[in-house]
């Protein structure tokens, strides 16, 4: 390949499947590259001397521009193994990561990025295909047990490098089956639940024990735990939704975003529904209160369910096109995002916040109150302030609360060891992952707030050592 070719090469992305077609059934929407796409692709990469996708921007430091090299070279089982070196789950930030390490790459300054997601996402699948991946027990066992609580990225990533280790892992999920957001949260469009069955399936088989329908805390006790196990791990999220206190709140038809989620992603997986578990878009003009991914996902959502209507309201302004000045390389670039259930259809709005849900005699949601807002410096924050004349009304039989998380809430085993709480309610941990209690652990979004999958996955396989480390000093690494 010569370097005229190399730098004529430009991104290129493997785009979505036909919004009619995709709008007919919960399928992942994205396509994936071609192997030789790949390789081209791979070979836009600089192999940087400070290569910031790898030190600066990965919580997983993945080793980006050794890996491409490897591709380039078709040594694509080599390549498998550098990414599993630091990573033990590609397939689903393969998938749903925003790719920090994009956002950060060294082309990027004064071109397209390149493709690390796509690269990544190709390696790990002909992983797969090849059965190059499979399960690989531990060499020796040890005879220490560890307890697990939460089965979300964070509690698989540490049951796996436990496991890895020697330990002996249990992880308990108070749910019917493991996974966590990645399972009952993201969308089947964007995260195929069979790519999750797929992994624990494989986990199983490398002896971790999943023991689904208990809720830690409450169905088993801490005296328990600490009698069967050396360490436990607090891997729980954030459960608790922000709310919207305003006049109308309890009206029927108003609901959090998760819990709606939740339902269409339990009939994917085939899971009884409760009959106040049963929310639907269907046929019903929505209002999603939220303008982030979570929203997002839920417009995807509401289009696949035959919604009549859907409008996604944004509080805060419209981000720009480009990076601004103070958003500079190799910043995140905060920069308007369009999603592929953006592509689909709906109205978002943004600088809009609503003021009261009125309803009908019989208690149901019938309009929303709106206003547009613009945001006031004072004292070095902002503060959204109406915008006179601004008032709207959109009438509505379904509105979702997606505004975000705070914290992981009330929890049984939190509460009842009495944890302490930071500032913002998520469970107080030390550099090393632990507790105030000796042996008790806490990683992922219960201790450090709502995040993203592959930080959760840094987190657990951090905690991992940490806890390997607090059993055993000598193997701290
Ligand atoms: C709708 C939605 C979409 C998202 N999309 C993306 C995305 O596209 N990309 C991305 O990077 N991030 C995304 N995120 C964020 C990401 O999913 C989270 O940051 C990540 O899942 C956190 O992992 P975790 O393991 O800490 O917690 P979770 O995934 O929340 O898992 C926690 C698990 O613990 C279980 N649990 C809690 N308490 C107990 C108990 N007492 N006993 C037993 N089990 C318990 C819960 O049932 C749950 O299964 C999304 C989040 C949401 C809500």
């Known amino acids: 390949m010569t370097a005229e070719y190399k730098a004529k090469t430009e991104r290129i992305e493997p785009g979505y499947r036909d919004i009619s077609d995709r709008l007919g059934d919960y399928e992942e929407v994205e396509r ?122 964070a509690g698989l990533a540490a049951a796996e490098r436990l496991n890895k280790l020697g330990f002996n892992v249990t992880v308990y999920e108070k749910e019917l089956n493991p996974g966590g957001l990645l399972l009952y949260g993201i969308p089947n469009f964007k995260l195929d639940k069979a790519i999750v069955k797929r992994r624990i399936d494989l986990m199983q088989e490398e002896g971790i024990a999943f ?41 029927r038809g108003i609901d959090f975003a998760m819990h709606f989620l939740k339902a269409q992603n339990k009939r994917i997986i085939g899971e009884p529904l409760s009959p106040g578990e049963d929310i639907s878009a269907n046929n019903k003009k929505v209002v999603i209160i939220g303008g982030g991914d979570t929203g997002s996902d839920c417009l995807g959502t509401a289009l696949r369910q035959r919604a009549k209507e859907v409008y996604q309201f944004e509080i805060l302004p419209r981000a720009s096109e480009c990076r601004c000045e103070d958003n500079p390389w190799p910043l995140w670039p905060e920069v308007d995002r369009v999603s592929s259930s953006h592509m689909e259809g709906g109205k978002r709005r943004w600088s809009v916040t609503t003021k009261k849900f009125e309803g009908d005699a019989k208690g149901n949601l019938k309009r929303l109150h709106c206003c547009e807002v613009e945001w006031i410096e004072k004292d070095g924050r902002h503060f959204p302030e109406e915008l006179e004349g601004s008032s709207f009304t959109v009438e509505a039989d379904m509105a979702v609360l997606a505004m975000g998380f705070l914290g992981p809430g009330p929890d049984p085993l939190a509460d009842k060891l009495g944890l302490k709480r930071d500032i913002k309610g998520n469970i107080e941990v030390d550099k090393n992952h632990m507790t105030e209690i000796p042996g008790i652990f806490s990683a992922g979004d219960m201790a450090r707030g709502q995040s993203l999958v592959v930080r959760a996955i840094a987190d657990g396989i951090n905690a991992a050592e940490n806890i390997a480390a607090f059993i055993e000093p000598a193997l701290r690494s």
């Not at 990025?113 to 990544?120: A, F, K, L, S």
């Not at 801490?222 to 069967?228: F, G, I, Q």
């Open 211 to 251: 023991e689904c329908g208990v809720n830690a805390g409450s169905d088993i006790s801490y005296n328990y735990l600490k009698r069967r196990f050396s360490a436990v791990l607090l891997t729980g999220g954030t459960q608790l939704p922000r709310d919207l206190d305003i006049p109308g709140r309890k009206l």
């Open 32 to 153: 994936i590259l071609e192997p030789a796409e790949v390789i081209e692709q791979a070979e836009r990469c600089m192999s940087c001397g400070t290569p910031f996708c790898h030190g600066y921007a990965c919580p997983l430091a993945n080793i980006i521009p050794e890996t491409n090299e490897l591709i380039i070279e078709d040594r694509w089982e080599e390549a498998l193994e550098l990414l599993l070196s630091t990573h033990p789950f590609p397939e689903f930030t393969a998938r749903v990561c925003p790719a920090l390490c994009e956002g950060s790459c060294v082309k990027g300054i004064n071109e397209q990025p390149v493709t690390i997601r796509q690269i990544e996402k190709m390696i790990i699948e002909k992983g797969f295909h090849e059965g190059w991946v499979k399960a690989r027990p531990p060499v020796r066992r040890r005879v220490e047990n560890i307890a697990v609580i939460g089965s979300g990225p």
